[in-house]
């Protein structure tokens, strides 16, 4: 199929279906005409956050790169790691790497690098604090369930 530009109008070629012992295919040529119109009605939807962070992660954030005024956020990525052979990582970071899809929320830069960024999709970031730990906890929708190790794996 081959299709050609003219001012406003577009050429179309096309091969017939082939038959066998036929001979050769026919061409066929025809002129479409396309017009441009304005839609003012139309709804945008709106797309799906790679991350989402709980205010509590967004205080917890911005508290920790008060103290370190070089670095711009934090990126999340992954490593091997237990059963599943995957669990998340947290650090500083200073400028966006190439590949890492950004999430901007409430003042607060968060980093995905490109090897998290399918197994993050959807997830909530969280700080939670109780009597004996404070950390971050990530509620990932694409994890079915956990193994004794505490690491999580998708099914």
């Known amino acids: ?3 050609c530009v003219h001012g406003e109008r577009l050429r179309h070629l096309s091969c017939g279906p082939r038959h066998q012992g036929a001979g050769p295919a026919r061409m066929s040529a025809s002129l479409v005409r396309a017009t441009v119109r304005a839609v003012s009605k139309r709804k945008l939807q709106a797309t799906r956050a790679a991350l989402t962070l709980t205010p509590s992660a967004v205080n917890k954030i911005k508290q920790l ?3 370190k005024p070089e670095h711009v956020g934090v990126k999340v990525g992954v490593r ?3 059963c599943n052979g995957l669990s998340y990582t947290l650090e500083y970071t200073k ?6 899809e950004e999430v901007v929320q409430d003042g607060v830069r968060v980093f995905i690098e490109k090897k998290a960024q399918l197994t993050l999709l959807g997830t909530e970031m969280d700080y939670v604090e109780d009597k004996l730990s404070s950390e971050f906890v990530f509620n990932n929708p694409n994890i079915k369930g956990t193994c ?3 690491e999580s794996f998708n099914i």
């Open 80 to 82: 091997t790691r237990g």
């Open 65 to 67: 790169l008060k103290d």
């Open 95 to 100: 400028t966006k790497g190439d590949s890492d």
């Open 1 to 3: 199929m081959r299709r």
């Open 148 to 150: 004794g190790c505490g």
